[in-house]
Structures are given as structure tokens and as C-alpha cells.
């Protein structure tokens, strides 16, 4: 079966191998480990820094894991400002729930060796 480009994945064959699947998945893992420090982006920029150049599949995971990541802050921050006038008070815990339930949707399907796209992602990093 040939690779195809399709919405900038590669797609079809071959499959991810297992340390690829390995790699994409922490690169989504990561956020939540570096999360705990406030700096939910930095996992998925070091898994892409250092494992991108050595599969495109991995590179892939990385960029969107760190795009979310990136977007997911942006909302938090705007979230927390609003709360001066109390806006903000339903929507931080609201973005917060999403943000962990997206990030585990995306580690489970890399771990499949699925490619996954956050919805709603602003994606600085091409």
C-alpha cells in the first residue's frame, strides 16, 4: 500500500512501529506531567525538539500536542481574566475538565497508533 499526504498527515501504510506509538503518546502524556509545573506545553516541545527529526509520525504527534497545549493556555489565561466579572468562574473549570479529557483522548489514540487532531486548535506550529 502507498503513503499518501492527507490534511498533512501521512496516512496508510507503514504503521507507526511501536516505539513510535511509544513516543506519540507521551508526547501527549507529557502535558500532563508538565502541567503539574504550570508549563503544560513544555512535555510536547521536548518530545518534538528531540524525537521529531527521528520519525515524521512522532513529529506529527508532538506539533499537535503542543499546538493544543499552546491554544488550551491562551483559553485558560482569557478564562481567568474574565472572571472580574464572573464569567470566568464557569469557564476555568470547564476548559480545564476539556483540556485533561481531550489530552487523554489523544494519548489513548497514539498509543493505537492513530493520528489525532485536537478540536479546536490553533496550530502556530506547522
Same mark, same amino acid.
Given at each position: $500500500? ?22 506519540? $503518546? ?88 492513530? $493520528? ?11
Amino acid at each position: $500500500m502507498e503513503t499518501r499526504q492527507h490534511e498533512g498527515f501521512i496516512t496508510g501504510s507503514p504503521a507507526p512501529t511501536a516505539d513510535e506509538r511509544t513516543w506519540g $503518546m507521551l508526547a501527549h502524556l507529557s502535558a500532563l506531567i508538565t502541567g503539574l509545573f504550570g508549563l503544560t506545553f513544555l512535555g510536547p516541545l521536548i518530545v518534538w525538539l528531540t524525537k521529531g527529526k527521528e520519525s515524521s509520525w512522532v513529529e506529527q504527534q508532538a506539533k499537535e500536542a503542543l499546538n493544543f497545549q499552546i491554544t488550551a493556555t491562551i483559553a485558560l489565561f482569557v478564562a481567568a481574566f474574565t472572571t472580574l466579572c464572573l464569567v470566568g468562574f464557569v469557564l476555568l473549570p470547564l476548559l480545564g475538565v476539556a483540556a485533561l479529557v481531550l489530552t487523554i483522548i489523544g494519548t489513548i489514540k497514539a498509543n493505537n497508533g492513530e $493520528m489525532y487532531r485536537y478540536p479546536a486548535t490553533i496550530r502556530l506550529v506547522k
